[in-house]
């Protein structure tokens, strides 16, 4: 779900912005609470709270530059380590501070009063060429589905089908070949660690030779073939 958080301390600014971000997206054809989620922030110390727990319920971040008594190019600097897959996009009624957000990359900078024809263009660019390519597509049970890479923690080979390891302890079956999906995550932050095994690098707590702990508890096996290997690439990632 491509999910939005809005920033700002004006209430009333808050109000029409959130109005704005829900026509957009519904006009588009996209259902809020199952395309799409939208949740706002009047208090920057509550939004920066929330995001630093939950970094992965952003997918698109508005936020106000001079945000109450913080600057909101600080604020998106605390969260960007945390907010890897986010895009931001700075409202503000100065141009000054522009080049000081080059650092936190984002998205654009834009000057209130908001154009809001050319904010639907950008928001609903970033839905189609860059949260959409988050998206892992399968048809189970003749269904299609979607799951956002961030949320798998492993692909298990089992007879001739898959198993997605995926988050909350969640398992899903799918009739199908491991080395289709290897090559569908191609490119992103999974390796082959066991002949059987896929699992995503950003989901790793511990690596040693003979297993793989997850950040939330699961182990999966490390065979001697792959060791070398996905060790390198999961230190690479780690100094990145």
Not at 71 to 95: H, M, P, V
Not at 155 to 167: D, G, M, N, P, Y
Not at 217 to 225: D, E, K, N
Request: glycine share 4%; with cysteine.
């Amino acid at each position: 779900m491509y999910q939005i958080v809005i920033g700002d301390d004006d209430r009333l600014f808050l109000q029409q912005a959130e109005e704005q971000v829900r026509r957009i997206m519904t006009n588009y054809g996209l259902v809020e609470q199952m395309d799409f989620a939208l949740t706002v922030y009047q208090d920057p110390e509550e939004l920066k709270e929330e995001l630093l727990v939950r970094p992965e319920e952003c997918q698109l971040l508005l936020l106000d530059v001079e945000y109450g008594e913080i600057n909101g190019i600080e604020l998106a600097r605390d969260l960007r380590w945390k907010l890897t897959e986010c895009s931001i996009i700075y409202l503000t009624f100065y141009a000054d501070f522009v080049f000081e957000c080059f650092d936190t990359k984002p998205l654009c900078y834009r000057l209130k009063p908001v154009d809001w024809e050319k904010m639907e263009q950008l928001i609903i660019k970033d839905y189609r060429e860059r949260f959409l390519k988050t998206l892992l597509n399968l048809k189970i049970g003749g269904i299609p589905i979607s799951i956002p890479y961030q949320e798998i923690y492993a692909l298990e080979a089992v007879s001739h089908r898959v198993c997605l390891h995926l988050k909350n302890q969640k398992t899903l079956e799918w009739n199908g070949a491991l080395s289709k999906l290897e090559q569908e995550v191609s490119g992103r932050c999974f390796c082959k660690c066991h002949n059987s095994y896929l699992i995503n690098l950003e989901h790793v707590g511990e690596f040693s030779k003979g297993e793989v702990k997850m950040d939330d508890g699961r182990v999966f096996p490390v065979s001697r073939r792959f060791c070398a290997s996905s060790m390198k690439q999961y230190f690479a990632l780690s100094r990145e």
